[in-house]
């Protein structure tokens, strides 16, 4: 229970802080704000870092992909909202991790027959204007070729026309081999001047895709918060309701952090979340849980097994380690 303590009330402007010396080290080029997201061992490191200390709210009118993209790129994490459908979430969540990374597979491929219409089309449920046009129209197929959105006039030509009168052939093509580094697959590309540059297997189906735009992005972001495949990390928010099958779906679709979004996490509910996760997932998946604003609740959830813990009451929200 929280308690009211009689004692004398103190304001900011009472205290003094004492400042120690000033050197040489003490120059905003040596300040780190790297912050661990979730609870670790002494000694061992966590999991997940922040470069800035700064999450955002698990609301609809907040975190949704763009901001889970924002937020990653300058250092932070973003919680994508859960209160919409599980389907609607997951591609959220698809669509952040997928946005930047060094050695891209792709989503945007067709066959060789496929229409015009067809590439508008899923150009447009992808958001990407260059589409790779592979034998069996998957994302490992053998590679034919590539289009992107400079390769047909929308007001001239039929929509019904065969993409593959559009595309630029293989051999036309500047791909490199599976194998070949990120940096080195950087400098093909500012070589060349091109701004994708397909990577093929010995049997020349496509493996990756490498993008001149994340290079750039890269070189302009250096706080950017990735993971081990540099993609950006992304966080979600989950219910005590349909969390068996919401959290299945979000896993699946990439999500690094999962985060219990209630006003109140002093609950048996929340309990029972987490205890879903470790046993479906062991330790592997990481989960945050609250709100509480006292230490009976913030006891509950730490030993109940959460990998942080909201604290906070309205709109103070803070993020605290277990």
């Not at 049997?203 to 001149?212: D, G, P, S, T, W």
């Not at 972001?221 to 309701?241: C, F, H, M, Q, W």
């Not at 896993?251 to 509910?269: Q, T």
């Not at 996760?277 to 006891?299: H, L, P, Q, S, T």
Request: neutral net charge.
């Amino acid at each position: 229970m929280a308690k009211i303590l009689e004692d004398i009330s103190r304001t900011f402007n009472e205290f003094l802080l004492l400042p120690n010396l000033t050197d040489e080290r003490c120059i905003p080029s040596k300040v780190s704000l790297k912050t661990p997201l979730v609870k670790f061992e002494k000694g061992e490191e966590s999991k997940y870092y922040a470069n800035i200390p700064m999450v955002s709210a698990i609301m609809q009118s907040v975190s949704g992909e763009e901001m889970g993209i924002a937020l990653a790129r300058e250092g932070g994490v973003a919680f994508i909202y859960g209160s919409q459908t599980i389907e609607n979430q997951a591609k959220m969540v698809k669509r952040v991790k997928k946005y930047k990374a060094g050695f891209v597979v792709s989503d945007s491929n067709v066959k060789p027959n496929a229409t015009l219409e067809e590439v508008l089309n899923l150009t447009k449920e992808t958001g990407h204007s260059t589409v790779i046009i592979t034998q069996d129209g998957t994302k490992n197929g053998k590679f034919l070729g590539l289009v992107t959105d400079k390769d047909y006039r929308l007001s001239r030509d039929n929509k019904e026309t065969p993409i593959s009168n559009f595309m630029t052939p293989k051999d036309k093509v500047i791909w490199a081999k599976e194998g070949i580094s990120l940096p080195e697959a950087n400098d093909i590309i500012w070589d060349n001047k091109i701004a994708c540059l397909p990577i093929l297997d010995d049997k020349e189906h496509l493996k990756y895709l490498v993008f001149r735009k994340d290079y750039e992005d890269r070189k302009n972001n250096p706080n950017s918060l990735l993971d081990e495949n540099k993609r950006y990390i992304v966080g979600a928010g989950v219910n005590t309701r349909d969390f068996e099958e919401r959290i299945p779906a979000l896993v699946d679709a990439g999500v690094d952090l999962l985060c219990i979004d209630s006003s109140d996490g002093y609950s048996v509910w929340q309990k029972n979340t987490i205890d879903f996760v470790r046993k479906k997932y062991g330790d592997n998946v990481k989960i945050g849980a609250g709100n509480v604003v006292d230490r009976e609740g913030f006891m509950y959830l730490a030993k109940a097994g959460a990998d942080f813990i909201k604290v906070g009451v309205g709109r103070r929200i803070y993020l605290h380690n277990t």
